[in-house]
């Protein structure tokens, strides 16, 4: 496996399976926010009651797993190119949404057309707040993950893809529901929601830690590569590796 920092030989290599782990990321990413971010979804547990999430987080956080595994085996450089393809393809598809929902719509199609709104007509606050959230979320969880990575020197690959979604993934359910949701639900609601949606996240990460395992020790041997983020330009400003 490699571990050298030289982006040369970085941004050289040809990869057997990066571009697929790239449109798993990006169907994750656009179904999670396309079908579940403006639902409430609401389950009632033992001990606990009554307990409000979005329904999105039972998908979104895999979108955070690709992105341990992708900083992990390919590194920083690698990772900032997925996250700024999900962004342009969750940009459009919001776009395309907005259009699509604004065109005249046939006589015998009325009535179609309030359910198209119901599911697809997020509101330009929703739409803004999850694109703002995703890039700064993401980019937290890959430059807190490479960062981490350098200071165990590889070691205990738990603590910083748990870690890293700690972090990413507070940065992420802060905005959004802030951005999205502020002066539209009770405040209350919005701080419960947005608590209870990063609980579910990270908790998530923790359950899928033995899956995370088994796809980077796959990916590093398949790859043969292990990159190390030593010489890395960290803006999430460029699409260079």
Known sequence: MTTSAATPVHSGRVYR??????????????????????????VTLPWIGAVTFGAGVLFFPISYIFGDVLTEVYGYGRDRRVVWAGFAALGFASFMSLVVLKMPVAPFMSDYQKSLEDVFGNTWRIAFGSLVAFCCGSFTNSYVLAKMKLWSNGRWLWTRTIGSTLAGELVDSSLFYVIA???IWPLEKVIQVAIAQYILKTGWEVVMTPV??????????AEREDWYDRNTNFTPFRLRV
Request: net charge positive; hydrophobic share 55%; proline share 0%.
């Open 212 to 221: 995370t395992y088994k796809v980077v020790n796959f990916l590093k041997r």
């Open 181 to 183: 949701f502020y002066g």
């Open 17 to 42: 399976y990066y571009d697929l782990v790239m449109v798993a990321f990006v169907t994750v990413l656009l179904c999670s926010n396309l079908i579940g971010a403006a639902k409430a979804a609401q």
